[in-house]
């Protein structure tokens, strides 16, 4: 059985404008750090796919993975059983259901537990992805395109 821990955090800078998320995977005496940066999201998308990014980049079908984030909006959906009310209601009126349908794909073949942690009080982790995420979308990295959000916007102009 294998094992993982995941701090997660994403950000975006005027919500909506450039955003940036980072996640800190720790696996016995393993770790690993990603991060991406995206031209044009808002907090809550970069705060869903840190998450999912942490889930696709497990390699082991089954895996334990704790995940410890910033995100009232996120760990709240899944724990509260809000997300699965969304689901039978076809995420009607909701906000952000093409990441949260993949969070849903990417989760499923695991066992996932989430664990809100307080943003910004001295948790390494926790601090470590936030760096990654700001640093995604203030330096130098290329940013992607957030096509869930950019289409949507296209749709509304």
């Known amino acids: 059985m294998h094992r993982v821990v995941a701090y997660t955090d994403g950000g975006a800078s005027g919500n909506p404008g450039p955003g940036g998320l980072g996640v800190v995977l720790l696996s016995g005496h393993h770790s690993k750090e990603i991060s991406r940066a995206f031209r044009l999201t808002t907090n809550?998308?970069?705060?869903l796919l840190a998450v999912i990014t942490a889930l696709e980049a497990l390699r082991h079908t089954g895996t334990h993975i704790d995940i410890y984030s910033d995100s009232?909006?996120?760990v709240d959906a899944v724990t509260k059983g809000w997300l699965q009310s969304w689901v039978r209601k076809g995420f009607k009126d909701k906000k952000n259901p093409d990441l949260w349908r993949r969070y849903l794909q990417a989760a499923a073949p695991h066992h996932v537990t989430f664990h809100w942690v307080k943003g910004h009080a001295g948790n390494p982790y926790?601090?470590?992805a936030d760096q990654l995420a700001v640093?995604?979308?203030?330096e130098t990295m290329p940013h992607e395109e957030d096509t869930g959000y950019e289409r949507t916007l296209g749709s509304i102009r």
Do not use: S
């Open 44 to 47: 809550n998308r970069m705060e």
């Open 72 to 74: 009232k909006y996120v």
């Open 126 to 128: 926790n601090e470590r």
């Open 135 to 138: 640093m995604a979308y203030r």
